[in-house]
């Protein structure tokens, strides 16, 4: 069956970073193009960024743009999001997404002093 689950999402102070991972089984990896999205209580999800199948083209929302980095490892099954320079608006549920519409649990991030 077909899973996507997020891990590495915590309490962060502003400022700090932290390093996301989606491990994916049930499907052919690497035939897909990933994304992350993020949701906040009472609105609705919004992309945050996107990545190609083979991991050579990126695409991120304006307001993530310079602070987080979107990555895959094929061999590993993994998509990864590094997030630097963490605001608290950041702060969200943040969701691994397969272009075939798979959706992870989500993982935590809360960013706040």
């Known amino acids: 069956q077909v899973q996507l689950v997020e891990s590495g999402g915590g309490l962060v102070q502003p400022g700090g970073s932290l390093r996301l991972s989606c491990a994916a089984s049930?499907?052919?990896?690497?035939?897909?193009?990933m994304s992350w999205y993020r949701q906040t209580p009472g609105k609705e999800r919004e992309l945050v960024a996107f990545?190609?199948?083979?991991?050579?083209?990126?695409n991120y929302a304006d307001s993530v743009k310079g602070r987080f980095t979107i990555s895959r490892d094929n061999a590993k099954n993994t998509v990864y999001l590094q997030m630097n320079s963490l605001k608290p608006e950041d702060t969200a549920v943040y969701y691994c997404?397969?272009?075939?519409?798979?959706w992870g649990q989500g993982t935590q991030v809360t960013v706040s002093s």
């Open positions: 049930g499907f052919t990896f690497k035939n897909y193009a």
């Open positions: 997404h397969a272009e075939f519409g798979g």
């Open positions: 990545i190609t199948r083979g991991g050579r083209s990126t």
